[in-house]
């Protein structure tokens, strides 16, 4: 299982290093971590850091390079929303990585090697378009999307309507806005269910809620597949 830790702290046993933002991307990363080392795609050599949320994020990783075994990781990757402007967000990680880490990382996240051989990239989710660039949006649309696509599609493509419908339904009565409607719809979705009512992300994540094979995950795949290798 990749491993847990409660201060930003590096582990030589574990060179390959997580930073996201927020308690459910780190518990949602830990068991999709689980599930590819499972699956053998990759190896458990994790360290999953929750930075807490965007502005912590920008003072925090500058203190990086000056924490002890920094030297001894293989690589780091960002992982956090795009939220209403993913061509902003991108620009802002890249910008902050950039000076936290004094090298030019592109905007689209791939992976860049420093002078001592250490990786860099970041993805926003909830993924990556065609054209490579980054979809607008957060984990919870993430998770819309692989429940939209699941094996039991009819289904759950009809609980997703419904759970739309409500939450539109209830702006329309109070005359205004949701303010993170991301997270009305996933958990009206939720509550819909018998299995995964009243659960956060991360709990849901480990009650198999989402189908962790699912091709809208395959960009997350693919940069953590790259990062430990």
Do not use: W
Request: net charge negative; glycine share 6%.
């Amino acid at each position: 299982m990749a491993k847990k830790r409660k201060s930003f702290q590096l582990h030589p046993e574990h060179p390959y290093v997580i930073l996201c933002e927020g308690r459910d991307e780190e518990l949602f990363l830990r068991y999709y971590i689980e599930y590819l080392v499972s699956k053998k795609l990759v190896d458990d050599s994790f360290n999953i850091i929750n930075l807490g949320g965007n502005e912590e994020m920008k003072k925090t990783l500058p203190l990086f390079p000056s924490l002890d075994y920094f030297d001894q990781m293989k690589g780091f990757l960002i992982v956090r929303d795009a939220e209403t402007n993913a061509a902003s967000a991108a620009q802002s990680v890249q910008k902050t990585m950039n000076t936290s880490f004094d090298l030019l990382l592109s905007i689209d996240g791939a992976f860049v090697e420093n002078q001592d051989g250490i990786r860099f990239g970041f993805v926003l989710l909830p993924g990556k378009k065609a054209d490579g660039t980054f979809y607008n949006g957060t984990l919870e649309d993430l998770c819309c999307k692989i429940l939209a696509l699941s094996d039991d599609k009819a289904s759950g493509v009809a609980l997703l309507e419904m759970a739309n419908s409500y939450v539109k339904t209830v702006e329309e009565k109070r005359k205004y806005a949701f303010k993170t409607i991301h997270k009305n719809r996933l958990h009206a979705y939720l509550s819909g269910t018998d299995d995964f009512v009243g659960m956060k992300i991360g709990e849901a994540a480990h009650a198999r809620c989402f189908d962790f094979s699912n091709d809208a995950l395959d960009f997350l795949k693919d940069a953590l597949v790259d990062l430990s290798s």
